[in-house]
């Protein structure tokens, strides 16, 4: 299941806005707001296989989570990032990824399908992928040192995903999570096609708000078969 919502901070107070909107959220998806495993994202490419009820210190400086439990909800935050969300449907393993142009080129979504596959012994032609919105090519502009780290990470074929123009870089974070999931063997992979920036009356941008935002969460899970 993947849902996208703006945990927003704009009314009220900050603690309280967030809590109301996790409490809708956990609404939606008829699950109580205590199934949610959010993780504290610092751009790393710590991935973090939860096998029972986490304490809050086991999700610092994590910024992937895999899980085999049933009826808890993954959750990753973004304002411009790139949300991952991976099922394994043999296995029924969950994962979410907070991808970054850091994490991504450091290979954070690869490394959470391995983590899946040494953990659960899940097979990567069984799994399945959802990119959410993220800050698009068409306006995620940089200097010569993210295309540098790419190339430097996944060789030639990534250039495809890469345009330069004048001084400045425009590159396609979410075909090169892609790109870095068929490598390792996802064969069933889906990517919206929906820009941040594109879209700020739908959604948060690190880049337009200059930082004054909330985020998006982006959430998955499994749920336990009723009888």
Not at 53 to 76: G, I, M, N, R, Y
Not at 184 to 206: K, N
């Amino acid at each position: 299941i993947y849902e996208s919502m703006n945990l927003s901070y704009t009314r009220g107070d900050e603690k309280d806005c967030v809590d109301e909107n996790y409490r809708r959220m956990a609404m939606v998806l008829h699950q109580d707001p205590g199934d949610f495993i959010c993780t504290d994202q610092t751009h790393t490419t710590n991935v973090r296989v939860i096998t029972d009820v986490p304490s809050p210190e086991e999700l610092q400086d994590v910024d992937a989570v895999v899980t085999h439990l049933k009826d808890f909800c993954l959750c990753v935050s973004t304002a411009d990032c790139v949300p991952v969300l991976i099922y394994d449907k043999v296995r029924e393993v969950i994962a979410a990824v907070h991808a970054g142009w850091r994490g991504t080129a450091a290979d954070i979504a690869g490394k959470t399908v391995r983590a899946m596959v040494s953990a659960y012994g899940c097979d990567p032609a069984d799994i399945r992928a959802a990119i959410g919105p993220n800050i698009g090519a068409c306006h995620f502009e940089t200097d010569a040192d993210v295309p540098e780290a790419m190339l430097a990470a996944f060789g030639s074929e990534v250039r495809q995903y890469i345009r330069k123009a004048g001084e400045k870089y425009y590159l396609d974070l979410k075909q090169i999570n892609a790109l870095i999931l068929r490598r390792i063997g996802v064969r069933h992979i889906e990517i919206s096609e929906a820009c941040t920036m594109c879209s700020p009356e739908t959604f948060w941008s690190h880049r337009i708000t200059q930082g004054k935002r909330g985020a998006q969460g982006a959430v998955i899970l499994c749920k336990e078969e009723r009888k």
